[in-house]
């Protein structure tokens, strides 16, 4: 049985000041954490989150296993990251787990809606995101939703918001990531993301700027990101693969993921600076 603990508020606490193309110049790994999500933190554990689980919110580009899955079987490489293995260790298990909260075509309206629940173990009533938290009971979430809704009927930032208060009435940590395509045409998907971050102070993964630099920005097409044929998407042992999307979103994924864990639970920051210049123009 959960602990009780006095909820926190969920509204938005920051008046939005950001300039319209701010999320373009945000870093790809947040250099701080905000005070509210290390007392969003703080309620997850007296509510028994699991401080060594993470969820994911997604859709195909967050699916096994091609995002995360080969950490947790030994087919990856840290090279000269290896300062990630501590994370890596911390979060056994989580990184190849099928998330309730993934599917291909998965939209945030999706994540809220009970249609899109299909798994067996999940209530009927329930909607992907309360079966992922509600199984997984993780301190953080890592969600990475827009490509599909793009085209969508429902407003992103009504639904994104509403998947953002979610996870926060949890006492889970959310982390929202950027997409690298611009499948709407105005990139004003990436620009709700960042501007719902700053609203509620959550940290941001800006994998957007992570793929500037590599060929084709990352993209195979115009939704999914480039992978090599004989490379595994968690080896970064060489330059070269780091050229590909999949490379580029695992590791610095797994960076946000140190960077933002470490944060919240007080531990001092890795000491490690990234090579620039593979992910920022």
């Not at 290896?82 to 945030?108: C, P």
């Not at 690298?180 to 700027?209: C, H, K, Q």
């Not at 097409?221 to 090599?228: I, K, N, R, V």
Request: hydrophobic share 35%.
């Amino acid at each position: 049985m959960q602990a009780s603990a006095t909820p926190l508020p969920v509204e938005p606490t920051v008046t939005p000041t950001l300039a319209p193309r701010a999320w373009r110049t945000a870093p790809v790994i947040p250099a701080s954490v905000s005070p509210r999500m290390m007392e969003v933190y703080q309620l997850g554990q007296k509510l028994g989150k699991d401080p060594q689980a993470f969820s994911k919110v997604g859709d195909c580009q967050t699916t096994l296993p091609n995002f995360f899955g080969d950490f947790d079987n030994g087919r990856y490489n840290l090279g000269e990251y290896a300062y990630l293995q501590e994370v890596v260790d911390n979060f056994s298990g989580s990184f190849s787990r099928n998330s309730r909260g993934v599917k291909d075509g998965m939209t945030a309206s999706g994540a809220m809606a009970t249609l899109w629940n299909t798994w067996k173990d999940c209530n009927l009533e329930e909607t992907p995101l309360e079966c992922e938290y509600r199984i997984n009971q993780p301190s953080f979430a890592i969600i990475s939703l827009g490509t599909n809704d793009a085209n969508g009927m429902v407003p992103f930032a009504d639904t994104l918001r509403r998947v953002i208060e979610m996870t926060l009435e949890h006492g889970i940590v959310p982390i929202l990531a950027t997409k690298a395509d611009n499948a709407e045409g105005d990139w004003s998907i990436n620009e709700t993301i960042m501007e719902l971050a700053y609203e509620y102070e959550i940290p941001v993964w800006n994998f957007w700027r992570a793929v500037q630099p590599l060929p084709q920005r990352g993209l195979r097409s115009p939704e999914h990101l480039t992978y090599g044929e004989y490379t595994l998407t968690c080896d970064f042992s060489q330059t070269d693969y780091l050229l590909y999307g999949y490379n580029a979103r695992n590791l610095t994924g797994l960076q946000v993921l140190d960077a933002v864990w470490r944060a919240v639970t007080g531990q001092p920051p890795s000491g490690f600076v990234p090579t620039p210049v593979h992910f920022l123009p």
